[in-house]
């Protein structure tokens, strides 16, 4: 028995789509995330230690604890294990080792179309024209799918790349793109995309192989257009120190928006949310982040239906704002940051809870401002010192920056 400890993690969204790709054989010869070496070697020259060629890193980040000879279940974000990854090296946050398949992924929608390349092999001729697709095929791009087919006599292989949100969107694409093209087959293959083009394309290509294309035909990138402002779902967080105002100000900007019409609102203060969806936390650094994170899951899913989330919570740390500004911008929603920067002397003699003053005196730990830090952000999208500033006059400078967006009509 090892003495290594047994850890779980859930990987983010990019990493679970490449352990899934890892696992079903797709990014063969890959059977495990990349270590420091091999990293380097493909940012250097495209290709792993052994000359492999290979055009991405593939890496994950785990958590300090997970040292090397670890074993970490990886789990979905439900909690399912999907495989055992044992720790080889650590390089910072990030590991590298081999994965072992523990259960098999819980897909959502169009689940009967996600299949290993080697199952999709098998049913397939030896000529296929294998098309990734991120986006609709237009009807020129059909027409040059169906002429190379064609030309190749070969068999066409639909791959859309499902990953986040637009996933349905495309497999629909890639199925009206199929009863174009007689004898066509579909199979959804969770490639996330790569910010660099030519190396998407390369990752593309190299997974079209390992399902079974002799050819591989990219199609066009989509055209994303989007919508206007006031139809774009938007989150609007307030920070500062308690007493800062921002409660006050996030309610009056509530009733604001509740007054002219035109938007669902939905307002999360700190202290609510703390009483109900964070109920039981503590006021250390890992509780503070956790409560945060749940906010901005809460807000998330809010302006993912084109609502508009107002938040007002202390959120101290810079980098657990980030990553609600993160959680926003990834459902495809706008997010913007108020910092309201009353300074702390002020916010000391409103001190209408008296929670200050029993701060001073050792009665509550941690206490942002006092006992526990509060990091001033750097990337606030509006700042406001609500000292001796009316509480209308300081939900109009945040409703007119509103308007001024566009977000608000």
């Given at each position: 028995m090892s003495d290594a400890p047994e850890i779980e993690w859930t990987p983010d969204a990019r990493e679970l789509a490449d352990l899934e790709l890892l696992l079903s054989g797709a990014f063969s010869p890959l059977t495990g995330f990349l270590g420091a070496a091999d990293v380097a070697a493909v940012l250097a020259r495209g290709q792993l230690a052994d000359g492999t060629p290979w055009p991405d890193p593939i890496t994950i980040a785990l958590p300090e604890e997970a040292g090397v000879g670890s074993?970490?279940?990886?789990?979905?974000?439900?909690?399912?294990?999907?495989?055992?990854?044992?720790?080889?090296?650590?390089?910072?946050?990030?590991?590298?080792?081999?994965?072992?398949?523990?259960?098999?992924?819980?897909?959502?929608p169009f689940a009967r179309?996600?299949?290993?390349?080697?199952?999709?092999?098998?049913?397939?001729?030896?000529?296929?024209?294998?098309?990734?697709?991120?986006?609709?095929?237009?009807?020129?791009?059909?027409?040059?799918?169906?002429?190379?087919?064609?030309?190749?006599?070969?068999?066409?292989?639909?791959?859309?790349?499902?990953?986040?949100?637009?996933?349905?969107?495309?497999?629909?694409?890639?199925?009206?793109?199929?009863?174009?093209?007689p004898g066509s087959t579909v199979v959804a293959v969770p490639l996330a995309p790569r910010e660099d083009p030519e190396i998407d394309l390369e990752l593309r290509e190299h997974v079209a192989t390992a399902y079974g294309a002799t050819e591989h035909y990219a199609g066009p990138a989509p055209i994303s257009i989007p919508g206007p402002p006031h139809r774009r779902g938007l989150v609007v967080f307030f920070t500062g120190l308690s007493g800062s105002g921002k409660s006050t100000v996030a309610r009056g900007l509530r009733d604001a928006l509740l007054e002219r019409g035109g938007r669902t609102v939905t307002y999360l203060d700190g202290d609510v949310v703390r009483r109900l969806l964070s109920k039981g936390l503590t006021f250390s650094r890992e509780d503070r982040d956790l409560n945060i994170r749940r906010i901005g899951y809460v807000a998330a899913e809010v302006a993912r239906h084109g609502g508009l989330a107002i938040c007002a919570p202390i959120a101290p740390y810079a980098d657990t704002r980030f990553e609600v500004r993160e959680m926003v911008e990834s459902v495809g929603a706008d997010f913007l940051l108020v910092h309201v920067s009353t300074p702390l002397e002020e916010c000391e003699r409103r001190d209408r809870k008296g929670l200050y003053a029993k701060a001073r005196a050792g009665l509550i730990p941690e206490f942002t401002g006092i006992s526990a830090p509060y990091e001033e952000p750097d990337d606030a999208d509006l700042e406001l010192d609500t000292t001796g500033m009316s509480v209308d006059r300081a939900v109009a400078t945040v409703l007119n920056h509103l308007v001024t967006g566009g977000w608000v009509r």
């Open positions: 074993r970490v279940t990886l789990t979905d974000p439900e909690g399912a294990a999907l495989a055992v990854l044992t720790v080889a090296e650590r390089d910072g946050h990030h590991a590298s080792g081999l994965v072992e398949p523990v259960g098999a992924p819980v897909y959502g179309l996600r299949r290993t390349p080697a199952e999709v092999r098998k049913d397939l001729p030896e000529e296929v024209l294998g098309v990734t697709l991120r986006g609709p095929l237009d009807s020129t791009a059909l027409a040059e799918v169906a002429a190379t087919a064609e030309e190749l006599d070969a068999t066409v292989l639909l791959l859309p790349l499902v990953y986040g949100e637009s996933g349905p969107a495309v497999v629909r694409a890639a199925l009206k793109a199929s009863a174009e093209l």
